[in-house]
């Protein structure tokens, strides 16, 4: 208990009680504008921007070639604040080159592919385009957290959620599926161009970095298809889904009894959110890193037990707040939230630890071997199963993808403790 208090004093310390209350609310404010898009919007045209969009959302980390990725664990190393602002310059006129760059492939790209459903290029091509402000977006957050103001932070992700809420009501309920699409996009847009004043950066002023090496690049490069690889173990479900049932409704289901359990995973990001640079700054710190891990798992594994006993007595209240149709999938419902309760004591920490010690290729290798078991096993098990089987499939990979997380972070830590990173 002494270990748990310890570890919640410190988060609050670090106004982790602004991040987790900002973030709680943008998961609100998430949660609603998604239920507005659904009633606003008829089933079969929001699963086609859906489907859209899915594939742009996996291909968002990769924005900037993950140089926004570099920047927070490289930039966490440096000493003094000129060295952070030189670096924040830099990456911002690299990342943007990099992001347009992309753009312009999937647009070229979207003209090469048949898709499954009528406007789906359409879609791609508009969507494609937040790849910029996003991009934008989590550089500006980066830098606040670089600079531990973790107030700013936590203010970044409450704006955000706002605007979003406030652009998908209006502009879906004028334009429907195409103004939805046009608010996913402005939404990074708009809160970006607020925040990044309050940087108070001198962009004229630059200081030379013997930082941004091969291994700069090789860190965000890995580390962005890492999570290009995490977006799309969450999303190939609903792409197999369109393409194997032949169904947008069963798409829409999926993503609605999804919803929850997934934006649950916002509690373990908080904390690491909130503590990353901290203990990226002390990860040679062997003390310091193994009372963290105690007190983190401590702390999840009570809240998972809560959870689990939660959702399962009141899973059909939990989804007739989404819609009363969505009661029959109670069962898919309970299997992703026991899927999650392994990123929320596995993956989550060790995931990122491995990261911290510069090791973000490895967190590449284990997402990448449980997207090949994803697309096998969803293969077998949604025409067998339906959604039923997508979530099986989900829920076991996010444990094994854990434990493996751990295991690699525990080997690897104990070769490079004593060596420069």
């Not at 284990?366 to 697309?375: A, F, G, K």
Request: with cysteine; aromatic share 20%; charged share 15%.
């Amino acid at each position: 208990m002494k270990l748990l208090k310890y570890y919640l004093s410190n988060f609050l310390n670090r106004s982790g009680s602004y991040v987790f209350g900002a973030t709680l609310f943008a998961r609100l404010f998430s949660f609603i504008a998604s239920w507005l898009a659904l009633k606003l919007i008829s089933n079969d045209e929001l699963g086609v921007v859906l489907f859209s969009y899915n594939i742009i959302v996996f291909i968002i980390p990769i924005s900037g070639f993950g140089l926004h990725q570099s920047f927070i664990r490289y930039g966490a190393l440096l000493k003094n604040k000129e060295e952070k602002n030189s670096l924040f310059i830099s990456v911002l006129k690299k990342g943007t080159l990099a992001s347009l760059a992309l753009i312009a492939l999937i647009i070229i790209s979207s003209f090469f592919i048949n898709f499954e459903f009528d406007k789906t290029q359409f879609y791609v091509i508009i969507l494609s385009f937040i790849i910029l402000p996003s991009y934008l977006f989590e550089i500006i957050r980066a830098q606040f957290r670089l600079q531990h103001k973790n107030k700013l932070f936590a203010y970044t992700e409450l704006s955000h959620s706002i605007i979003n809420l406030i652009s998908v009501f209006i502009l879906s309920y004028f334009f429907k599926e195409v103004g939805y699409a046009i608010a996913l996009l402005i939404t990074p847009l708009i809160t970006s161009l607020f925040f990044i004043k309050k940087l108070n950066i001198n962009f004229k002023a630059k200081v030379k970095l013997n930082i941004i090496d091969f291994s700069f690049w090789k860190y965000g490069f890995f580390t962005s298809l890492s999570n290009v690889v995490t977006q799309l173990l969450f999303v190939i479900d609903m792409l197999l889904i369109g393409y194997l049932l032949k169904d947008t409704e069963m798409i829409t289901n999926y993503r609605y009894i999804s919803l929850i359990p997934f934006s649950l995973l916002f509690l373990p990001r908080v904390f690491i959110a909130t503590d990353f640079v901290t203990f990226t700054e002390n990860i040679f710190n062997k003390e310091y890193i193994l009372n963290y891990i105690k007190s983190y798992m401590l702390f999840f594994f009570l809240l998972s037990c809560g959870l689990l006993l939660f959702c399962f007595f009141f899973s059909e209240q939990i989804l007739a707040l989404l819609d009363s149709n969505f009661i029959q999938f109670k069962e898919p419902f309970l299997i992703l939230i026991i899927g999650i309760i392994g990123i929320f004591i596995f993956r989550g920490l060790f995931g990122n630890l491995l990261s911290s010690i510069g090791k973000a290729h490895i967190n590449y290798y284990i997402t990448s071997l449980s997207l090949v078991i994803n697309i096998a096993s969803n293969y077998y098990l949604i025409p067998k199963y339906g959604i039923k089987g997508a979530a099986i499939t989900t829920a076991i990979l996010m444990w094994f993808s854990g434990i493996l997380s751990l295991l690699w972070f525990w080997f690897l830590y104990k070769k490079l403790l004593l060596k420069p990173l």
